[in-house]
Every structure is written in structure tokens, then in C-alpha cells.
Nanobody, 125 residues
């Protein structure tokens, strides 16, 4: 059974940092590109970041580049999202996703193969 299990969310103050984790199981983790999306209350889901199978290439939503960093650990079947200088606009449910392909379709959440259930990040002002 395929599972993407996110963790690391919580309540933080503006300016704080958080690191989200997503552990993949039940599929060939190293064969999939991985990424993160988020959905704020009352808003559509939006792309955050993606990383290739090898971890050698990454892509970010323009507004988040420089504050957020995606990485992966093949030995642990885990993808991470390091989030720095958080602000209240970062409050959202953060989802992990997996897909066989890395590319521009991630920016529109087009046909991701697997999804996690999300971890909630709340940033207070």
C-alpha cells in the first residue's frame, strides 16, 4: 500500500523556521520525483517545490525561492521542506506528492501519482 506520511507541522511565530518531512512507503521512492504543495484556508492548492529523483535539480514557486528548501534522503525514503522566515501568509495545509516525472506539470499540480494527507502549518503574527 502506497503511503506518503507528512510530519513536522505546528504552530509557530512569524520569523520562525520549520522543517517538514514526508516518508514514502509502498513504492519505489527513488524512482519518483517528489514535491510539496500547500493549501491555505479558502484558497486553491498551490505549488511549493519539487525535486528530481536524484535530488540534483529543484524547482520552487517564485515567491518562496530563497526561504524554502527542498531536499531528499534516499536512504530514509524521505523528502524534506525547510521553511525559514515564516510569515502568516505561509499558514496552510502542506501536502507531499510523488510523480514519475519531474517537470513543469508540477507547477499546476497536474496528475501527481501519489498524495499525502497533509500536515498543518500555522504561523502567528
Amino acid at each position: 500500500q502506497v503511503q506518503l506520511a507528512e510530519s513536522g507541522g505546528g504552530l509557530v511565530q512569524a520569523g520562525d523556521s520549520l522543517r517538514l518531512s514526508c516518508v514514502g512507503s509502498g513504492y519505489a521512492f527513488s524512482s519518483y520525483a517528489m514535491g510539496w504543495f500547500r493549501q491555505a484556508p479558502g484558497k486553491a492548492r498551490e505549488f511549493v517545490a519539487t525535486i528530481t529523483r536524484s535530488g540534483g535539480n529543484t524547482d520552487y514557486a517564485g515567491s518562496l525561492k530563497g526561504r524554502f528548501t527542498i531536499s531528499r534522503d534516499k536512504a530514509k525514503n524521505t523528502v524534506y521542506l525547510q521553511m525559514n522566515s515564516l510569515n502568516p501568509e505561509d499558514t496552510a495545509l502542506y501536502y507531499c506528492a510523488a510523480d514519475l516525472e519531474y517537470g513543469s506539470h508540477w507547477r499546476v499540480a497536474d496528475g501527481m501519482r501519489y498524495w499525502g494527507k497533509g500536515t498543518l502549518v500555522t504561523v502567528s503574527s
